[in-house]
């Protein structure tokens, strides 16, 4: 005999009370679980519908909004509440910022368990708008239907889109007027190409059925005012390439890398394509206090230039080098925090387990002249080990800057084994963070931690903290 399903409770007149882990806000419900809620704004009095039911939680939406929060703002973009973006569009800066760090010392202290002896105010962002150096849009030929066109009689003319991908659905593309991340002409382009296309019956892709011309627009901006186009077509068509290119190319003369890339794969990364050059230089450069990053289409970069700056300064700063340390910079990718402290050190020793990464590590330091820097490619937990030490000497200070998952616990077992005076340990996600300070903890204390505001409008955050010997 099956058992009827319980129906999920409704609430009435709820105080939201915090925001928390991946931008949700929370709420107590009377029974005293806690409710997470993605359209609320700590502050706000709602009622909540919820459709989840844990042994801890519940996780539910605000359905009616009896009193706004005072932390309230008008977001910025139409799309905002559609567009998976920014999810905090609708909340104050200054109010961001509190929610960022208040996340991060919570992780700390409760997931790790760590005292924290000097904590440094949050570092926000001069730009709270267009301040990406990098966005990827989405061609598609079905696309995402807003309520109030799903109602209306009138018949859907239009329904090519070229803008993001709807959360959690990897076949659903919300088609973008207008987005406030990246400067002008990055709109421009995306709305004259999408419009070229359309009137040109140039085949937007169907993800679905593997079907269409069009696949993706890459569009990277930089500091020193180049500015790379990489479109990404499904199939080879001479013809219908070069009128698109073509028009891109007339269109926008400021453009001083135009590429292409034809993938017939199921999925849309290009890391494992053939990048191809159709107008000016296949890369775009980056500069950073003298030093001059050559960034190509596959190249990481911290998306916030202006921000990476900043982290990359504290990060120094933490390391406080006085030019004798031998310094290991462990996920090391494109070299960029490797050649930022190089002056300041003996020697740095750089380890990254993406060739390319690594290859793009060593052309960048030999244009910027820098010869006290050696970078080595392999898995951090294989190559980081006694050998690599015996080869290549016993670190003064590591830097650290993992993945979102943090590091392996081979590696933080490792580290504990060498025992360097220091270890400055950069993380995107300050969970993972505690959880690998927690292990450090026997051994090392946490001297100082501060967050650097990367991403205005979404919950991401960035977080350096010093590890000094017991």
């Not at 207008?178 to 421009?188: E, K, V, Y």
């Not at 494109?334 to 590590?361: D, H, L, M, N, R």
């Amino acid at each position: 005999m099956s058992r009827r399903k319980s129906k999920t409770p409704f609430f009435e007149q709820i105080e939201v009370l915090d925001a928390g882990a991946k931008g949700k806000s929370i709420a107590k419900a009377p029974d005293g679980r806690v409710i997470f809620l993605p359209n609320a704004v700590p502050g706000d009095v709602v009622n909540i519908q919820t459709f989840k039911k844990r042994k801890a939680y519940y996780e539910g939406k605000a359905t009616a909004f009896l009193k706004l929060s005072d932390k309230r703002t008008n977001p910025l973009c139409e799309h905002f509440g559609t567009c998976g973006g920014c999810k905090w569009q609708h909340m104050g800066y200054e109010h961001q910022l509190h929610y960022k760090q208040h996340e991060v010392i919570h992780n700390l202290t409760r997931i790790g368990k760590v005292e924290l002896s000097e904590i440094l105010p949050i570092v926000g962002s001069q730009k709270q708008y267009y301040y990406r150096n990098k966005m990827e849009f989405s061609f598609s030929d079905r696309r995402w239907l807003t309520q109030a066109e799903i109602e209306s009689t009138d018949t859907v003319e239009d329904k090519n889109a070229l803008g993001f991908h709807i959360p959690g659905m990897w076949d659903k593309i919300l088609d973008i007027k207008q987005c406030h991340l990246q400067a002008d002409p990055s709109n421009a382009i995306r709305n004259a190409v999408k419009q070229f296309a359309t009137e040109n019956d140039l085949e937007f892709f169907n993800t679905r059925n593997q079907t269409g011309f069009l696949r993706t627009l890459m569009i990277r901006t930089s500091s020193t005012g180049d500015l790379m186009v990489l479109i990404q077509f499904y199939k080879e068509d001479g013809f219908k390439r070069k009128l698109l290119l073509d028009y891109i190319a007339k269109q926008f003369p400021e453009i001083t890398a135009l590429l292409y890339v034809i993938n017939e794969k199921a999925n849309d990364t290009i890391y494992d394509q053939d990048i191809i050059c159709y107008q000016g230089l296949d890369h775009i450069f980056e500069e950073m206090e003298g030093l001059r990053f050559k960034i190509n289409a596959k190249s990481f970069y911290q998306t916030n230039s202006e921000q990476a700056y900043e982290l990359y300064k504290i990060t120094r700063n933490f390391a406080g080098l006085s030019g004798t340390e031998l310094v290991y910079d462990l996920y090391t990718g494109t070299g960029t925090i490797a050649q930022f402290v190089a002056k300041q050190a003996k020697k740095v020793v750089g380890v990254e387990s993406v060739p390319e990464a690594i290859q793009a590590a060593k052309a960048n330091a030999k244009l910027n002249r820098i010869e006290n820097v050696s970078f080595f490619v392999g898995d951090m937990k294989q190559v980081f080990n006694d050998r690599f030490i015996a080869n290549h000497g016993h670190p003064d200070v590591i830097i650290t800057d993992p993945p979102r998952d943090g590091m392996h616990k081979d590696v933080v077992q490792q580290i504990l084994s060498i025992a360097p005076e220091k270890v400055v340990y950069i993380s995107c996600n300050s969970a993972t963070q505690a959880r690998d300070l927690a292990l450090m903890n026997s051994m090392y204390k946490v001297s100082k931690t501060q967050a650097v505001d990367m991403f205005p409008q979404t919950f991401h955050v960035e977080n350096v903290v010093l590890l000094e010997r017991r």
